[in-house]
Structure formats: C-alpha cells, structure tokens
C-alpha cells in the first residue's frame, strides 16, 4: 500500500508541477500581453480594492463621455458643420474688431442719449415752474390786453368797433350836433336835424363819428353825403357854430369872438343865402367879428363892413369900405 501511495503522490506532484508550469505560463503571457515585462511587475501594478473603484468609476466616466461625443458626433447640425469649410480665424479676428467698434460706438450714442434725456428732464422741470410762476401774469397780460383790444376797438366783445378815442369823440360829437342843430335848423328853414350815429362804416370801417340828418319834410334819416352842395355847405357852417358853442362852454366860458368863412355862399339860392347871413347877424349881434371871404357879387349888398382887394397897375391894394360909403357912392 505504502508504494502505491507513494506512486500516486509523485503522480499528482508532476501532473501539479505541469499544472503550475502551465499556469505559470499563461499567467506570464496575460501580463505580456497587458503591458507588463513579468508577472512580478503586473503584481506590483495590481489595484487595492479603492483605487480599482476609483479607476472604474473613471473608466465609466469615459465611457459616458465616449458616447455623448459619439451621439454629437452623429448629430445632423454637427455633420452639416463639419462638412463646411474650415474657419478663417483672421477674418473672424477683423470682424470681432468691427463689431467691438460698433459696441463702443453704440454706447458712446447710448450714453449722449442718456446725458441729453437728463438734461431735458432738468428743462422739463424748469419749464413746467416757469409756466406755473408765468400763470398770474398770464392772467393779468389776457385781462389787459383785453381791455386794450376793446379799447382799441378791435375785439370781438365790441360790437360797434369803436375805439376808446372815437367813444369820447363821439360823445363831444353828439353836443356838437346838438348845438349846430340849433343853428341848422334856421339856416334849413327847420327841415334839416343833425344826429350822431354810431352805424359802422362799409367794409371793415369803425363806428363812432357818423353824423347824418333828418329831413323832416321826408322823416327820414340819411347820411350827410346825400346833401347838396349849397346844404353841405350851410351844415358844415352849423358845425362849425356849434363847435364854437362846445369849445366856449367846455373853456369855462371863454368865448370865440372872431370868426372867420371862406367860400362856399355861391352855391347858396338867395333864400338860404338870407336864412345863413341872418344867423351870422344874430352872431354879429352878441358882439362877436364875423369875416366872410367871397366873390359874392351879393354879399356886397349884405355885409355892412368891407375889406375889398382891387387890382391896380402897381398890384393888389385892400380897401375898407363901409355900409355908408357904399350908400353914397
């Protein structure tokens, strides 16, 4: 049994020495092949269980990383960009340079946009406290130019557009007529009234000093140019009567003694002739001069005291004559 035995045990140490030869071998090849010179050095380079974790969860790190590459890669937009043509980083550099520029240009406008904004927001406010501070005055400059327009005769609140000036002259006027009626109505033989009127004028004529007259043989009122030359004239004299009436009253009494008509007794018929020299003897009468200048042949007849300029060879001479001397020559 003891040779047996022995037998089997030498049996099992070569089939474990060729085993170990082969192992040997094979675990020398796997290191060959791993990188490793002998299987001493691939020993040494064996992990710890931490490292060998760490490695692995590298090792999976890469491989996510090694598929998401793969799947850009083999998106259509990443192909479509890969197939163009390669970039031209120059040109890039010179467009980035002008874009650079535009930028600060833009910022440049951007920030004298924002000054001028401020400074139109500190006009703003000035403006806005001017306009408040301005508002009396405003106020008051409307209130006063109202009253200028009005008494100037060019609002529209006047109605009649009569000017202030033309309101008082009208109310001077308004004696005036009254006065030369007086006188009018003997000189007309009382057909003829004279009356202010406030009627405005043709087109864009002011009111305020119109005069026209009733005819009482009519009853009608009409303008003073409707009168006849030899009726203008003794209205105009009438006038000019009353407005010495106004004037003496307005002076305190003061009288006009002197007073002084030229022309206008030709165009007279010779009963208005008598009416106009009876109202200038009433005048005479109250010691006042009244000088006629005519060439009248008829006034000769009529007027008692003369100053007549004749003609001579020497030239003109005046000559004073008389009511008597005329009488006797």
Known sequence: LVPLAAAGATRAAEE????????????????????????????????????LRAAQA?????????????????????????????????????ELAAAV?????????????RRRCDALDRLSAEAAHDVRRLAPLREEYHRVAGLATLAAGTSADNELKMSLESYVLAARLEQVA???????????AGRYT?????????????SGLGLHVVDAWTGNERDTATLSGGET?????????????VVTEEAGGTRLDTLFIDEGFGSLDEQTLDEVLDVLDSLRERDRAVGIVSHVADLRQRVPAQLRVVKERSGSAVRHRTAGERRAG
């Open 101 to 113: 520029g535009r930028l600060r240009a833009a910022s440049d406008r951007d920030a004298e946009a």
């Open 194 to 206: 004279l009356v202010h009127s406030d009627a405005r004028g043709t087109g864009r004529g002011r």
């Open 58 to 94: 590298r090792l999976d790190a890469w491989r996510q990383e090694e598929a998401a590459v793969a799947a850009a890669l083999a998106d259509e937009e990443t192909l479509a960009a890969a197939g163009l043509a390669p970039a031209d980083p120059e040109a890039a550099d010179a």
């Open 233 to 245: 004239f003794f209205a105009s004299l009438a006038l000019a009567l009353g407005l010495a009436d």
């Open 16 to 51: 474990a020495a060729t085993a170990l030869k082969a192992a040997d071998d094979r675990l020398a090849d796997a290191a060959y092949r791993a990188g490793f010179a002998t299987p001493a050095q691939a020993a040494e380079a064996l992990l710890g269980a931490a490292e």
């Open 178 to 188: 009254a006065a030369a009626t007086v006188r009018l109505h003997r000189m007309s």
